[in-house]
């Protein structure tokens, strides 16, 4: 079963920083793609930032320049680095991945989210 944990949400002042992490476990062949989302209260989820098994970005242009999305392949974990944090990123943010399986199958899946809360 595959799971995916996030971690490293708070309140942070604005201007602060802070990293998130997202860890993919159980039994998958490879990771295609990971990306991290947003969501605040009234609004649609939303794309924050994308890496791809190539190594390949994609950035909102509300978080250009602020936000980095790295990975570290042998731990299975994505970060998500925000600097220079606003009020409006205060949303709960989501791990999203697609996954190869032994069968051949690409699965999407998502972590539980983390809250983000950016004080003005």
């Known amino acids: 079963q595959v799971q995916l944990v996030e971690s490293g949400g708070g309140l942070v002042q604005a201007g602060g920083s802070l990293r998130l992490s997202c860890t993919v476990s159980?039994?998958?062949?490879?990771?295609?793609?990971m990306a991290w989302y947003r969501q605040a209260p009234g609004k649609e989820r939303e794309l924050v930032t994308a890496?791809?098994?190539?190594?390949?970005?994609t950035y909102a242009d509300f978080v250009k320049g602020r936000f980095t999305i790295s990975r570290d392949n042998a731990k299975n974990t994505v970060y998500l680095q925000m600097n220079s944090l606003k009020s409006e990123d205060t949303s709960v943010y989501y791990c999203?991945?697609?996954?190869?399986?032994?069968?051949?199958?690409?699965?999407?899946?998502w972590g539980q989210g983390t809250q983000v809360t950016v004080s003005s």
């Open positions: 999203n991945a697609y996954l190869l399986h032994e069968d051949g199958v690409k699965r999407g899946y």
């Open positions: 159980g039994s998958f062949f490879s990771i295609n793609y």
């Open positions: 890496l791809t098994s190539g190594g390949s970005t």
